[in-house]
């Protein structure tokens, strides 16, 4: 499977921006599990993540309220509404796909995701 990133982008503090990632090469067993991003010199932390069969949903904690991750309804697709962004989201964001089922609370660890879509630029200006 692989997945495309887009939507990144530079904003100003409080501003919006949409990012999406596209899986193709189509593969049944693989769909997009969330969004991710780069903590220094540890691994990719979960920031957004929505389940293979239902919609359960789990956010990092410090955007809680200000991003919405969803999907279309094939889920080969995954959004994330990025609202009201702070200087701390200035990160390169990755989407990666983990093989189904599974669920939103897998976003606690990358260590399972089997592929990384190239990551997308989100800087937040003061």
């Known amino acids: 499977v692989q997945l495309q990133a887009s939507g990144g982008g530079l904003v100003q503090i409080g501003g919006s921006l949409r990012l999406s990632c596209e899986a193709s090469g189509f593969d049944a067993n693989y769909r997009p599990i969330g969004w991710f991003r780069q903590v220094p010199g540890k691994k990719r932390e979960g920031v957004a993540c929505?389940?293979?069969?239902?919609?359960?949903?789990y956010y990092l904690e410090s955007v809680k309220g200000r991003f919405t991750i969803s999907k279309d309804n094939t889920g080969n697709t995954i959004y994330l509404e990025m609202t009201n962004l702070e200087p701390g989201d200035t990160d390169i964001y990755y989407c990666?796909?983990?093989?189904?089922?599974?669920?939103?609370?897998?976003?606690?660890?990358?260590?399972?995701?089997?592929?990384w879509g190239n990551g997308t630029q989100v800087t937040v200006s003061s």
């Open positions: 990666g796909a983990f093989r189904v089922p599974f669920s939103s609370s897998w976003c606690h660890s990358d260590d399972g995701v089997a592929a």
């Open positions: 929505i389940s293979s069969q239902t919609f359960s949903t």
